[in-house]
């Protein structure tokens, strides 16, 4: 035997303890450093961002109203009906509920979904139906199964935050697609239709809107289907507002209008049940063509199955709630609502220097902001700071929906706090207002 092979016999252990040493140390950290994720450190919610960034503070001598929360119920005046709170009684008395439920939600419950949402031109069965925490998980979901980091989604511009929440904190684009104050909020879908690209994996669709109040017409909600199906792009409806419409007006499901192009359609009880806390949503599956297939479906099994979603009580409720609901509550949520947005819009309209457009639905206003007039005033923020300090009136800028010098109006408060919030705006603007001086040469001729 050599000498050099003995030599590695005797010394093989301490060498390879020398090695194994030197690699502890270089995989050892020398410090701690723990960071968040690029997932946490891009995720931003709009609203958060800016609101958090003003100074709010209100005038001591005048009570505060906020005009800035999408809850209904948050004044108690808007209560759910007798029949839903007796549904959720009824499920907690029957002790079947106290389990985890399917990730998917309980067969049942989906079922009575299916039946509740089904139509003759978009039928639907319980593996239709994706039981969720919320629309927001919905949302969440349909994102996650349609996109992937790279692509991008096109977003209506106002629209709700949460949309471009998830999808950057995904690595998902956002592309914001126009909809026209001057039209009611229509899409204009020539902008629409130049943002698709090969990397366009969905296009948002929100009807009845947050934050506008607008309800989209059958005609127009077919030529937006027609700009999908021209580029093979499916669309996520939000439809949380659904059936949330004024008389006079009709809102169709998208599903219900579209021969081609699949669908996911998400809703929820969170509005026009008027119980947002309990976080009870859903997804409907409207394929087309089985353009979806198998897959979508499986991967919204398998996204479901990460963090069990929907209230297994809910679950339990939700038969009877869909079911038992009389239509007069209904009507009186939408009676309260068309009444409420009416004065609001009416004092508003006679004030110089706003402009605000009247809605067909859901629980909002959008009030423009003729700056030009408010020459003390940079922008929509600064407006509606002021507008807390002097007058403690709280409505939330439009730049949250990145729609600048506009402001947002929630109209479910009392009547008689709308109309003290309207009188205290028209002296906040009568204050602030000034003729811009081609109205003072107009007047000088």
């Known amino acids: 035997m050599s000498l050099t092979l003995q030599l590695l016999r005797r010394r093989g252990p301490e060498l390879m303890g020398s090695r194994s040493s030197t690699k502890l140390l270089k995989s050892r950290r020398q410090r701690w450093e723990v960071k968040p994720s690029e997932m946490a450190n891009n995720t931003l919610n709009p609203i958060r961002a800016i609101v958090d960034g003003m100074k709010l503070t209100p005038n001591p001598d005048k009570p505060m109203i906020a005009l800035s929360i999408g809850d209904p119920t948050v004044f108690g005046n808007l209560p759910t009906d007798g029949s839903v709170l007796q549904a959720m009684k009824d499920a907690i008395d029957s002790q079947k509920y106290n389990g985890y439920a399917p990730s998917v939600g309980y067969l049942k419950s989906r079922q009575a979904v299916a039946n509740f949402c089904s139509c003759p031109e978009a039928p639907l069965e319980a593996e239709d139906v994706i039981l969720t925490s ?5 949302i969440d979901l349909a994102i996650s199964v349609l996109c992937n980091p790279g692509d991008n989604i096109l977003v209506p511009c106002p629209g709700f935050s949460l949309y471009k929440t998830l999808a950057v904190s995904m690595g ?6 126009n909809l026209l104050p001057e039209k009611s909020w229509e899409v204009d879908l020539q902008h629409m239709e130049s943002l698709i690209d090969e990397r366009t994996s969905c296009i948002i669709v929100t009807n009845p809107s947050n934050p506008c109040g607008s309800v989209f017409t059958k005609e127009h909600l077919q030529k937006i289907l027609k700009v999908a199906s021209r580029h093979c792009v499916p669309i996520l409806a939000d439809e949380i507002y ?8 009709s809102c169709p499901s998208m599903a219900s209008l579209s021969s081609d192009v699949p669908i996911l359609s998400c809703g929820g009880l969170a509005k026009r049940w008027l119980v947002p806390g309990w976080r009870m949503g859903w997804i409907l599956i409207h394929d087309r063509n089985n353009v979806f297939g198998s897959e979508i479906r499986q991967g919204l099994v398998k996204l479901s199955q990460r963090i069990l979603g929907a209230c297994s009580i809910v679950q339990g409720a939700l038969e009877s709630i869909l079911n038992n609901t009389p239509q007069s509550f209904y009507n009186k949520t939408i009676s309260f609502l068309k009444s409420n947005s009416e004065i609001c819009f009416n004092e508003l309209s ?3 220097g706003l402009n605000p457009i009247m809605p067909s639905g859901a629980m909002y206003l959008m009030v423009g902001i003729d700056l030009e007039h408010f020459p003390d ?3 929509d923020v600064d407006f509606t700071e002021r507008l807390v300090t002097e007058q403690s009136v709280f409505c939330l800028p439009a730049s949250a929906f990145e729609y600048p010098n506009f402001f947002r109006i929630v109209v479910t408060v009392p009547e008689e706090m709308m109309l003290e919030a309207c009188s205290r705006i028209r002296e906040f603007c009568q204050r602030h207002y000034r003729p811009c001086s081609r109205d003072s040469n107009d007047l000088d001729q």
Do not use: R
């Not at 998902?172 to 697609?177: A, C, D, F, G, P």
């Open 172 to 177: 998902i684009k956002v592309k914001l697609y």
């Open 134 to 138: 919320g629309c927001s998980q919905a």
């Open 350 to 352: 006679t004030i110089p």
């Open 242 to 249: 659904s059936d949330m419409v004024f008389p006079g007006c």
């Open 377 to 379: 005033f940079k922008n």
